[in-house]
């Protein structure tokens, strides 16, 4: 059975249109402070049709490398591929049961060794995987990417991972992600037109096995998050929504946290300023009825919260959602980060954009924090809105000359 990627989850920082998204389900979306789909779209020409991608394999393994350029192209819409040259391939159609997709796999470098291909204008995913290819199949919705959290995905037993990364006319974005599953290590970096190098995502030296090793010391059922193959090899850890999904995390793991937040602001306000560049737009919350209102400056009611759950909290969605408009999905962005790195009874007013004050209760996201610590520069995409405060491990440049993608070793 295959699962479609959930879209929309990741960071909402990255450059691109909700449509392109909701369609590729790539899942990155425009943030606050980000640049709007129109401007996104409506910058000059300087950035060329495709730019190299430099593939580093420093990962130290001897298996093949395969490689995968999947979204959509921006200037269509349409879905499809990009061979290593950066020429777009749209998906045949699908078909119910799924039917095999085109292979459209690159052969990566070996060992030691750096491979370029070329990145077109895309909202997509840069997959690779370790010693097999990946299966892919086209249904009548589209395309079906692996669903690491269901068992019986023919991807299971594969090692791999992916990047998310937007190139259009107003430049690239491009991110790691642990927003569903921490797993083979990697970094994501853009060369500047100046010759400059930005780079994110590297591990600290043992934080692949210091990752899990923290999951496997974290009381109350985290240890349950990491998925092994048959031979031992530990391939992945769960992201928590993931893991409440599939009973593999307790439901009710934040529930005292949840709980404790919804009694302190039955009798106090919450204070939310959502756009660190308008300092000026406030909303204020207080539970009243069991419901988290929202008010503005001149005290109208303007959004409400039910009481969320885990599964709310660590998507970033259901009694969370957040659409991309100006008033709730900001509120409820900030709200998640919040619940995720439990400083929602520590500081009445937030974003709280310090991250010596993340994770510091007994009862929080123990896998982002697991996920941050282990980071060289600290930055990671370990939840759906880990960009609010710019915590996220993302680069950007409005003129690339050049993107790359490191394979780190998993130690």
């Known amino acids: 059975m295959f699962s479609r990627v959930r879209p929309a989850r990741l960071g909402h920082r990255i450059a691109a249109t909700a449509t392109a998204l909701a369609t590729v389900a790539a899942g990155v979306l425009l943030a606050a402070g980000s640049p709007s789909a129109s401007a996104a779209t409506a910058g000059g020409t300087a950035v060329p049709a495709t730019i190299p991608l430099q593939i580093t394999n420093n990962s130290g393994r001897a298996e093949p490398v395969y490689v995968y350029n999947l979204g959509t192209e921006l200037s269509t819409g349409r879905q499809g591929w990009a061979d290593a040259g950066g020429?777009?391939?749209?998906?045949?159609?699908?078909?119910?049961?799924?039917?095999?997709?085109?292979?459209?796999?690159?052969?990566?470098?070996?060992?030691?060794?750096?491979?370029?291909?070329?990145?077109?204008?895309?909202?997509?995913?840069?997959?690779?995987?370790?010693?097999?290819?990946?299966?892919?199949?086209?249904?009548?919705?589209?395309?079906?990417?692996?669903?690491?959290?269901?068992?019986?995905?023919?991807?299971?037993?594969?090692?791999?991972?992916?990047?998310?990364?937007?190139?259009?006319?107003?430049?690239?974005?491009?991110?790691?992600?642990?927003?569903?599953?921490?797993?083979?290590?990697?970094?994501?970096?853009?060369?500047?037109?100046?010759?400059?190098?930005?780079?994110?995502?590297?591990?600290?030296?043992?934080?692949?096995?210091?990752?899990?090793?923290?999951?496997?010391?974290?009381?109350?059922?985290?240890?349950?998050?990491?998925r092994t193959r048959s031979d031992g090899t530990v391939l992945r850890a769960l992201s928590p929504l993931y893991g409440v999904e599939t009973g593999a995390l307790p439901a009710s793991v934040l529930d005292d946290y949840i709980n404790r937040v919804w009694q302190k602001y039955a009798t106090s306000t919450l204070t939310v300023t959502p756009f660190g560049d308008q300092p000026g737009v406030k909303y204020f919350g207080?539970?009243?009825?069991?419901?988290?209102?929202?008010?503005?400056?001149?005290?109208?009611v303007v959004t409400s919260f039910q009481k969320p759950d885990a599964s709310s909290v660590f998507g970033c969605h259901r009694l969370l959602d957040a659409p991309n408009d100006q008033v709730r999905g900001p509120i409820s962005r900030t709200l998640c980060a919040g619940f995720n790195r439990s400083t929602l009874l520590t500081n009445p007013n937030q974003p709280d954009g310090t991250a010596a004050d993340f994770y510091r209760d007994a009862v929080t996201n123990h896998y982002a924090r697991a996920v941050h610590a282990q980071m060289a520069d600290g930055k990671a995409y370990a939840f759906a809105f880990d960009d609010v405060g710019n915590h996220e491990s993302l680069v950007h440049d409005g003129n690339p000359q050049r993107a790359s993608l490191i394979l780190d070793p998993l130690d």
Do not use: C
């Not at 290819?133 to 079906?144: D, E, Q, W």
């Not at 991807?155 to 430049?171: A, H, K, M, V």
């Open 87 to 226: 020429t777009f391939h749209a998906w045949p159609s699908g078909s119910n049961p799924p039917v095999p997709a085109p292979d459209a796999s690159i052969t990566g470098p070996a060992p030691g060794q750096t491979a370029t291909v070329r990145l077109p204008k895309f909202s997509g995913r840069v997959y690779f995987s370790y010693g097999q290819k990946l299966v892919f199949k086209l249904t009548t919705g589209g395309l079906v990417q692996p669903a690491v959290q269901n068992p019986s995905d023919p991807n299971r037993d594969i090692l791999f991972n992916w990047s998310e990364y937007t190139l259009n006319d107003s430049g690239l974005w491009i991110n790691s992600t642990q927003v569903d599953m921490f797993s083979a290590p990697y970094a994501v970096g853009v060369q500047r037109s100046d010759g400059t190098t930005a780079t994110t995502g590297h591990l600290r030296a043992g934080g692949y096995h210091g990752f899990f090793n923290a999951l496997r010391a974290q009381s109350g059922g985290w240890a349950g998050l990491i």
């Open 286 to 300: 207080r539970v009243s009825g069991g419901v988290l209102n929202f008010t503005n400056s001149a005290g109208a």
